[in-house]
């Protein structure tokens, strides 16, 4: 994912120089014994509008930076299906392949950081994984142990990319990264971040951060005590 970040980034900057608008979206639907489904959404559909916007004609507007990913599909999908606990693997592509969608179903949280750190890529040599999610009863946290929104401004801001002179805080002022939770059959009793906002049904959370605006905390971690 943070490949197919960096390439979306620098076809946005080289290209356009323009203000524009993406989201990442990590969506999360969970069972009370631990199951779920998991969800990873690049959109760049106001891209594209925005594309169409300098094209006399709509055939004439450039390919999605978010072609390639479909070629690497094969592969990430045959490092998942190897994980026990994971299942109805699917990647779906739309509006002309500026939206893209990678999700699967996990049987317990073990499977869910399993699969997350395949998506991620961020797994290492040792066979390790990265804790993204741990829950419990009536407890559910998002952990500080992997902040990949400051690891993505740091890489954007990489002499790999030269963007020594170009303020990405004015043409990223609106990529996001978005973090949605919904339990299926548990309601939220309260949150440990004022950020978060709670349905009104208490069902579902959403976390939103603005990855390259310098006033906007970049921390994803939260704990959630449910009822």
């Given at each position: 994912m943070k490949k197919a970040f960096?390439?979306?980034a620098a076809v946005i900057i080289v290209s356009l120089l323009l203000q524009s608008c993406f989201e990442i979206k990590e969506i999360i639907k969970i069972n009370k014994d631990g199951s779920g489904t998991f969800s990873m959404v690049v959109d760049m559909s106001e891209f594209k509008v925005m594309l169409e916007s300098f094209s006399e004609e709509d055939e004439n507007?450039?390919?999605?930076?978010?072609?390639?990913?479909?070629?690497?599909?094969?592969?990430?999908?045959?490092?998942?299906e190897v994980i026990e606990g994971i299942s109805n693997i699917t990647f779906l592509t739309e509006n002309d392949g500026y939206m893209i969608t990678t999700s699967f179903d996990f049987a317990n949280p073990e499977a869910l950081n399993k699969g997350m750190n395949v998506v991620y890529e961020d797994e290492n040599a040792f066979?390790?994984?990265?804790?993204?999610?741990?829950?419990?009863?009536?407890?559910?946290?998002?952990?500080?142990?992997?902040?990949?929104?400051k690891d993505l401004e740091s890489?954007?801001?990489?002499?790999?990319?030269?963007?020594?002179?170009?303020?990405?805080?004015?043409?990223?002022?609106?990529?996001?990264?978005?973090?949605?939770?919904?339990?299926?059959?548990?309601?939220?009793?309260?949150?440990?971040?004022?950020?978060?906002e709670i349905s009104e049904d208490g069902s579902t959370m959403t976390l939103k951060r603005y990855i390259f605006r310098e006033d906007d905390d970049k921390s994803m971690d939260y704990k959630l005590k449910l009822k």
């Open positions: 960096f390439r979306i507007v450039a390919e999605s930076p978010l072609a390639e990913e479909e070629q690497e599909y094969e592969a990430t999908k045959s490092r998942l066979g390790e994984y990265t804790l993204y999610y741990k829950f419990k009863k009536k407890n559910f946290e998002r952990t500080a142990a992997n902040n990949m929104l890489e954007m801001n990489s002499d790999e990319l030269d963007t020594e002179d170009i303020d990405l805080s004015e043409i990223f002022s609106d990529v996001a990264f978005v973090n949605e939770v919904t339990f299926t059959d548990r309601k939220i009793k309260k949150s440990s971040s004022e950020a978060i």
